[in-house]
């Protein structure tokens, strides 16, 4: 099996292609504005998908951990 940097690599790549190349293929005066705008997309959906996790995970087990 591969190695656990393996995948961890590859999604680090995957994350920063858009936010490097994104702000590329928009005009000039409007790059910054671009690259903002992926920067919170990337936040939202990595906050999003971590309180997702958490609900199912506390569904699945029927634990919380601020109530115990």
Do not use: D
Request: charged content about 5%.
């Amino acid at each position: 099996p591969p190695t656990p940097a393996v995948p961890r690599a590859a999604a680090g790549f995957l994350t920063a292609c858009p936010l490097i190349y994104g702000p590329l293929s928009v005009p000039p005066p409007e790059q910054k504005q671009a690259a903002s705008l992926l920067v919170l997309a990337l936040n939202v959906g990595l906050t999003l998908g971590s309180l997702l996790s958490f609900l199912l995970h506390g569904l699945v087990c029927s634990c919380n951990p601020f109530v115990n």
